[in-house]
């Protein structure tokens, strides 16, 4: 039975990546059916980020209430619900309206099925689960390039909609399995902890702080890896296209390679190693000319970043508690969502005003505060 709920639990992650990258992929249509402004596809995005942020503050008190496996099977019903209405959505505001319900179902599964995880798993599952979100965030693409070319956009909504209602199902299905254990039971009422009461906790602000260092990194250097290829190496638009894809790849298989090394290293070494590959990439890319290095150096980067999402979540109950850990893990996702949202669009303003260039030295200064804050987290809280 343990070996079932697993499966379903990974099939949770490859969920949890389906929809994130749609709405990109099927803009450049969208816009034109609703009316919109090509640049409005960022209020939906900020629109989700937020509605995540709360939900993920808040998973620590329901899912003391009832249970990580009700609040996940709710959370992607929730999802599915708001995907089907994209698909209808007549104007760009519903959209936005829709956006509400949608981050709030992919903050409560994100911070409960992570935190079950990394309570009941061991770390190579953390990392496997977090190459099978890859696969999602990959497959989710492909899918809405198959609806643009056989049918419309909203077909491509309906479809990945489809795919959460049978996700649903499974969940609600396997309910009883998430109940065998002594904590989802489901029924705790206690109040559970704050935002500043979890940032009070030894060691809990410069791990936080870790983990929206690496959002940062990884949303930042994949949003601009092709304009640095184009504008920074005289790359054509096609050819970066492709390219800029490596930098995912690498975290997928990076992944996939984090949960055997995670048998003979710990959390905290891999970690650390992450940061430090992530930033030789960087220097990679800064200092050595050349398309082939460009490459590997964004490969690099992709590789170093694997580790460090799936090794922080997984170490958190051995830092904080299991009694903490889903708290923790709820602020830690609220910082995953501000460091993807905020960042970026710093690094715009830089390209914009200063130059693109500045794209590996900016990479590498992420990679060097995530190493430094979480030596601060390793030095003050001993797992």
């Known amino acids: 039975m343990t070996h079932l709920l697993l499966a379903v639990i990974y099939l949770s992650f490859v969920s949890l990546g389906l929809p994130d ?70 104007r760009f505001w519903v959209l936005c309206v829709l956006a509400v319900p949608y981050g709030l179902g992919a903050g409560g599964v994100d911070a409960a099925v992570n935190n079950y995880a990394a309570v009941h798993y061991e770390s190579r599952h953390m990392s496997w689960l977090h190459c099978m979100w890859g696969i999602g965030a990959a497959a989710g693409p492909y899918i809405m390039g198959w609806a ?85 190496r005289g790359i054509d638009e096609e050819t970066a296209a492709g390219w800029a894809s490596l930098f995912y790849i690498g975290i997928t298989v990076g992944r996939f390679l984090n949960g055997f090394l995670t048998m003979r290293l710990s959390d905290s070494k891999l970690i650390s190693i992450g940061a430090v590959v992530s930033a030789a990439g960087a220097a990679v890319l800064f200092y050595v000319p050349g398309s082939v290095f460009a490459v590997a150096g964004l490969i690099l980067v992709g590789l170093g970043c694997a580790p460090v999402y799936p090794c922080l979540i997984h170490s958190t109950p051995a830092y904080f508690g299991e009694d903490k850990s889903q708290a923790v893990i709820g602020v830690q996702m609220a910082a995953a969502y501000c460091g993807t949202a905020l960042i970026p669009p710093v690094f715009g303003l830089l390209a914009s005003h200063v130059d693109v260039r500045l794209y590996p030295p900016f990479l590498l200064v992420l990679a060097a505060l995530m190493f430094a804050c979480h030596r601060r987290v390793a030095r003050r809280v001993q797992p």
């Open 21 to 90: 990258a749609i709405l990109g992929a099927g803009w450049p249509v969208m816009y034109k059916d609703l009316h919109a402004g090509l640049g409005y596809a960022g209020i939906v995005s900020t629109i989700i980020s937020v509605s995540t942020v709360i939900s993920s503050l808040n998973s620590d008190r329901m899912t003391r209430r009832f249970g990580a496996g009700r609040v996940t099977a709710v959370s992607v019903a929730v999802t599915a619900l708001s995907l089907f209405g994209f698909s209808a959505a007549p």
């Open 148 to 232: 643009l070319t056989n049918h419309t956009w909203r077909v491509g909504y309906r479809a990945v909609g489809v795919l959460q209602i049978v996700l649903t199902a499974l969940l609600f299905l396997s309910l009883p399995l998430w109940q065998k254990r002594p904590d989802e039971g489901g029924g705790k009422t206690g109040g559970g902890m704050g935002a500043f009461e979890v940032l009070r906790l030894p060691g809990a602000a410069p791990f936080v702080a870790t983990f929206f260092c690496y959002c940062a990194l990884e949303s930042t250097a994949g949003l601009w890896a092709a304009s640095y290829l184009v504008l920074g």
